[in-house]
């Protein structure tokens, strides 16, 4: 295990926004062990955060797109891939508009200023995601495809094919033996010529210029059209050089494409929240797959972590809910209410507890010789503990019910008798979203594991 690390103060950078073209200010903080990297919209409010975490990604056209409420910042990649690169787990990062800035296209700068910080070592653990088992994706209409294979440390390998005369095939490779700062974060980000006017008449790219974006030209341009560009652009005279590239700028390496392809896999997979122990095989990778394999990974990492932590139940403290809080949110009653207390409630996770007494109605007939707790009432019981997780974020909870919509994956341990504490574990897996909900639930014995399954749900409002 290594310990958390945060910088030591704060950067300030200043540019335009790639999309919006607006002139924005960016400061990074230190931040506290365990809060990992969250964005302050400056502009909206003190309240206004969001986490960087994949659940929150609402469009990847050419960038990455966090949204929660009113809070939305755009173009995160770069800077998630130097914090990610460089080893900080914990930022807070201010902006005063709604887009970081692009800067040259690239993370060189972030990386130029962050490698420096002697980084503060924080009194917490650094949790790693490790890969246990294959993780594979494949997005059929592009061809995107990524994997990744359980391995000792983190490594990426990026391959790209767009069928460019240009580009050809290019691969780019990144393992813990790489110099993040030198050999991927000065990689820009590349545009194909006849996307151009395209993007920039669909206001993708109001604050893009000749300095930010490598410009790939398949074929030979008339210069009347490149000179219309040069004016749309405010840049003196382009022309396309024999390799294929408008005349702006020169490769900083032959595959910086691949490069920059990597860049932004390193950042859109550190929304998952975690440092990833496992070997990435990425073929023709963009926002959009990438951000649906951090989703991926998020929800891996809640079974993964869920797994090497067994709830205990203090009956000396305090609950969270008694039974008259649990009444206000859940529907049910005797007989079939069948939590007792909550002892443990975040936005993601919830424990209950549930006291097996002899005088339990369903004993009566399972099996007055050797009575035991129907597993399905363990089932019921779970998704009640997991219900009540849902509600407890929902305005006026009185007014809906959560129904299953899909059990999967469960399995029984060991039998459920009278004088059994059963204290249940549920952890969100996919948060609350056009009225479905998905969860994985636990429940223990002690330190026995009684049951386990992944439960679905559907949260409507009573008639």
Known sequence: MSRQRTLSKSYTFEGKGLHTGLEVKMTISPAEAGSGIRFHRQDIGEDAIIQANADYVTSTSRGTTLEKGEVKVSTIEHLMAALSGL????????????????????????????????????????????????????????????????????????????????????????????????????????????????????????????????????????????????????????????????????????????????????????????????????????????????????????????????????????????????????????????????????????????MIGVNEWYFQGHFPQEPVMPGVLIVEAMAQVGGILVLAGVDEPEKYSTYFAKIDGVKFKRKVVPGDVLVFKLILTQPLRRSMVCMRGETYVGDQLVCEGEFMAQVIKNK
């Open 87 to 354: 080893g900080i787990d914990n930022a807070l990062v201010s902006v005063n508009g709604p887009e970081l800035p692009i800067l040259d296209g690239s993370a060189r700068e972030y990386a130029e200023v962050l490698k420096n910080d002697p980084m503060v070592e924080q009194d917490a653990e650094r949790e790693y995601l490790v890969i246990t088992e294959k993780i594979h994706y494949r997005d059929e209409e592009s061809g995107s495809e990524i994997t990744i294979l359980p391995d000792d440390g983190f490594s990426v390998d990026v391959m790209i094919d767009y069928n460019s005369k240009v580009l050809g095939n290019q691969y780019a490779s990144f393992n813990e033996n790489t110099d993040f700062a030198a050999e991927v974060a000065p990689c820009r980000t590349f545009v194909f010529f006849h996307e151009l006017e395209f993007l920039y008449r669909n206001n993708l790219i109001k604050g893009g210029d000749m300095e930010n974006a490598i410009v790939v030209v398949e074929n030979e341009v008339p210069q009347d059209e490149l000179d219309r560009l040069s004016a749309l652009f405010n840049v003196e005279k382009l022309q396309r050089v024999p390799e294929g590239y408008l005349n702006h700028l020169q490769l900083r390496f032959s595959n910086e494409c691949a490069r920059h392809k990597l860049l932004d896999v390193m950042g859109d997979f550190a929304l998952c929240g975690y440092p990833v122990k496992g070997k990435v095989i990425a073929n023709k990778p963009g926002h959009h797959i990438n951000t649906i394999v951090s989703k991926m990974l998020r929800k891996y990492a809640r079974t993964y972590f869920a797994k090497r932590e067994i709830p205990v139940y203090d009956p000396n403290k305090p609950a969270v809910l008694d039974i008259n809080g649990i009444k206000k949110l859940l529907p049910h009653r005797s007989p079939f209410l069948m939590v007792d207390r909550i002892v443990e409630m975040s936005e993601e996770k919830v424990v209950g507890v549930k």
